[in-house]
Nanobody
Framework: QVQLVESGGGLVQPGGSLRLSCAAS????????SHWYRQAPGKERDLVAT???????TYADSVKGRFTISRDNAKNTVSLQMNSLKPEDTAVYYC?????????????WGQGTQVTVSS
């Protein structure tokens, strides 16, 4: 049974940085796509960043140039480096992994970690 455990959230001042990590309890699969989402109170859950099995990355326009998603397959982790943080980045951040191989297709979600950007 795979579990995703998120860490690294907290309170930071505007302009500061945080690094979020998502660790899988075991082997997640051979081919998978990882995402970070975020959800602010009263708002929809939005996709923040994606990294594919081949290492290609995409970002929401609101975080381009400030956030970086990465994978460390040896350590079975996905990370989100967040720099130049703004108050509007405040949200609960969720790690998500979509497994393509081995079948069956399946998704895993972390429990969420709170990020608060405030002075």
């Amino acid at each position: 049974q795979v579990q995703l455990v998120e860490s690294g959230g907290g309170l930071v001042q505007p302009g500061g940085s945080l690094r979020l990590s998502c660790a899988a309890s075991g082997s997640i699969g051979s081919i998978f796509v990882s995402h970070w989402y975020r959800q602010a109170p009263g708002k929809e859950r939005d996709l923040v960043a994606t990294i594919t099995n081949g290492g290609m990355t995409t970002y929401a326009d609101s975080v381009k140039g400030r956030f970086t998603i990465s994978r460390d397959n040896a350590k079975n982790t996905v990370s989100l480096q967040m720099n130049s943080l703004k108050p509007e980045d405040t949200a609960v951040y969720y790690c998500n992994v979509d497994v393509v191989r081995p079948l069956p297709l399946r998704s895993y979600w972390g429990q969420g970690t709170q990020v608060t950007v405030s002075s």
